[in-house]
């Protein structure tokens, strides 16, 4: 929490994603440095404790001090084994420079746990129809495989698998059809749809499917999809999340 509008914004969609849910925990996480006066900021965080509190009961803030704020989220994520991360984006230059060098954007590239990346206006509905971008290589049941059954267990969305790619043509060549098939026996416990686009923009692609499907939650792997890569180094994908109302839930190896 840095109380920018959103942060609030982030806080309250992540008490309605788990409302009315006893077995979670939510932590408003508030980082200062050194010699920061910090009682109204606590006066602040109890104040916001107590609005959040109909939606979720379990609900606590923590404020802690540092030198680097990325490094202690982390280290206290790791520490609390955190489920999830939940971050809006902020900032205050450039909508470019905003997302690129925003400490939402750095928290996702670290391999803690996996970040839900809020968009600046957000707000939750439900979580009915989840996408998962995939350049369908390498299919197995990994870690990261395991945390996004985890994601899907807890709300039981329509699943929706995307791949793009410029090569496609009529049909799927057969080391497609053998990822495909190799994803589908080890996501059919949600019973996946599996769509394959031959368009050039990878990000024009996913925004109209988006769109189509009415998505909720898009799922990526960042360190192992070249769209997270384009996500935070392009100017072009930064302006599609900043006016997308989609968030994006960020899932490492």
Same mark, same amino acid.
């Given at each position: 929490?840095?109380?920018?509008?959103?942060?609030?914004?982030?806080?309250?969609?992540?008490?309605?994603?788990?409302?009315?849910?006893?077995?979670?925990?939510?932590?408003?996480?508030?980082?200062?440095?050194?010699?920061?006066?910090?009682?109204?900021?606590?006066?602040? +965080? /109890?104040?916001? !404790?107590?609005? $959040?509190?109909? *939606?979720?009961? @379990?609900?606590?803030?923590?404020?802690?001090?540092?030198?680097?704020?990325?490094?202690?989220?982390?280290?206290?994520?790791?520490?609390?084994?955190?489920?999830?991360?939940?971050?809006?984006?902020?900032?205050?230059?450039?909508?470019?420079?905003?997302?690129?060098?925003?400490?939402?954007?750095?928290?996702?590239?670290?391999?803690?746990?996996?970040?839900?990346?809020?968009?600046?206006?957000?707000?939750?509905?439900?979580?009915?129809?989840?996408?998962?971008?995939?350049?369908?290589?390498?299919?197995?049941?990994?870690?990261?495989?395991?945390?996004?059954?985890?994601? +899907? /267990?807890?709300? !039981?969305?329509? $699943?929706?698998? *995307?791949?793009? @790619?410029?090569?496609?043509?009529?049909?799927?060549?057969?080391?497609?059809?053998?990822?495909?098939?190799?994803?589908?026996?080890?996501?059919?416990?949600?019973?996946?749809?599996?769509?394959?686009?031959?368009?050039?923009?990878?990000?024009?692609?996913?925004?109209?499917?988006?769109?189509?499907?009415?998505?909720?939650?898009?799922?990526?792997?960042?360190?192992?999809?070249?769209?997270?890569?384009?996500?935070?180094?392009?100017?072009?994908?930064?302006?599609?999340?900043?006016?997308?109302?989609?968030?994006?839930?960020?899932?490492?190896?």
């Amino acid at each position: 929490m840095d109380f920018s509008e959103t942060s609030f914004n982030a806080a309250h969609y992540a008490c309605s994603m788990y409302k009315d849910r006893t077995d979670i925990n939510i932590i408003l996480y508030h980082f200062y440095t050194k010699g920061e006066d910090t009682g109204n900021t606590e006066n602040y +965080l /109890a104040c916001l !404790k107590k609005e $959040l509190q109909p *939606l979720t009961p @379990n609900i606590e803030y923590l404020l802690e001090s540092g030198f680097n704020f990325i490094d202690s989220l982390a280290a206290f994520a790791h520490v609390k084994g955190a489920y999830m991360i939940v971050m809006g984006l902020t900032g205050k230059t450039s909508l470019a420079h905003r997302f690129s060098g925003s400490n939402t954007s750095k928290m996702a590239e670290k391999n803690i746990c996996p970040v839900l990346i809020v968009p600046a206006g957000a707000k939750f509905a439900a979580i009915e129809n989840v996408v998962i971008t995939s350049e369908m290589k390498y299919i197995e049941e990994s870690p990261t495989l395991l945390t996004v059954k985890r994601v +899907l /267990a807890d709300f !039981k969305p329509s $699943l929706h698998i *995307l791949n793009v @790619n410029k090569s496609h043509y009529m049909s799927l060549t057969e080391a497609y059809k053998e990822q495909k098939d190799k994803m589908e026996e080890l996501m059919q416990t949600f019973n996946p749809e599996f769509y394959f686009l031959r368009l050039y923009d990878f990000h024009e692609a996913v925004n109209l499917f988006t769109q189509d499907k009415n998505i909720d939650i898009i799922i990526i792997a960042p360190k192992y999809h070249s769209f997270y890569q384009k996500l935070f180094k392009t100017q072009h994908a930064t302006k599609m999340i900043y006016q997308s109302k989609i968030p994006v839930l960020a899932v490492h190896e």
